[in-house]
């Protein structure tokens, strides 16, 4: 039988396709790893959901269909990692396009930390590196104050994940741009920005 915690995960993957156990355990199980894993395997049982490993994050994905990207996996590690200092995830929106499609970053995240209100806008350089030209265009988007009207006044940070040996930098007058290594493990940097005040 299936419990209201399985259906919120199986609505989970029916809106992003997969889950890792180690996402799941801090979005749905409070972090408890065991469980988790164990819930997972027996919806699989079940016929219910399908698993293979992902290498590059060294865990087991969980899927329905079709598994998805490493590339776009790493924009849920990014959701794990804020889940694991007690954030609030607010919404999530992948791939959305603004400027009239001229820009679409990998995620337009909001969430909760502290009381305060978070609003990003998240590349994730798996393959490529964010280029200087897409960098220009957030500047443009910010001059358009798009997104300003859907964030309370304040424009996004732009999250650029990536590897840590990755040099170029991008720095504006105009908006925080946060540079994190691709499985987030310098997030405080994040959290210590100035957000949203709700």
């Not at 969980?62 to 776009?72: A, G, L, P, Q, T």
């Not at 849920?76 to 889940?83: M, S």
């Not at 691709?182 to 920005?193: A, G, H, K």
Request: net charge positive; charged share 25%.
């Amino acid at each position: 039988m299936l419990t209201n915690r399985d259906r919120e995960v199986l609505t989970w993957i029916e809106e992003y396709k997969a889950i890792t156990v180690p996402q799941c355990t801090q979005l749905y199980f409070n972090g408890n790893y065991e469980g988790c894993r164990r819930r997972l395997k027996q919806l699989e049982d079940m016929s219910i959901l399908k698993s293979t490993a992902s290498t590059l994050l060294k865990a087991k994905v969980y899927f329905r269909e079709k598994m998805i990207s490493n590339h776009d996996l790493l924009v849920y590690e990014f959701l794990k990692e804020v889940k694991k200092y007690e954030a609030n995830i607010i919404a999530i929106k992948n791939q959305p396009r603004f400027l009239d499609g001229e820009i679409r970053p990998d995620a337009f995240i909001t969430f909760s930390h502290n009381g305060n209100v978070f609003f990003v806008l998240l590349e994730v350089d798996l393959t490529h590196n964010t280029p200087i030209g897409k960098m220009q265009k957030y500047e443009e988007l910010f001059n358009s104050g798009e997104m300003q009207k859907q964030c309370c006044g304040t424009f996004p940070i732009v999250i650029i994940s990536r590897p840590s040996n990755a040099r170029l930098r991008y720095n504006s007058k105009n908006f925080n741009v946060v540079y994190l290594d691709l499985f987030y493990n310098n997030i405080n940097s994040l959290l210590l920005q100035n957000p949203t005040i709700i």
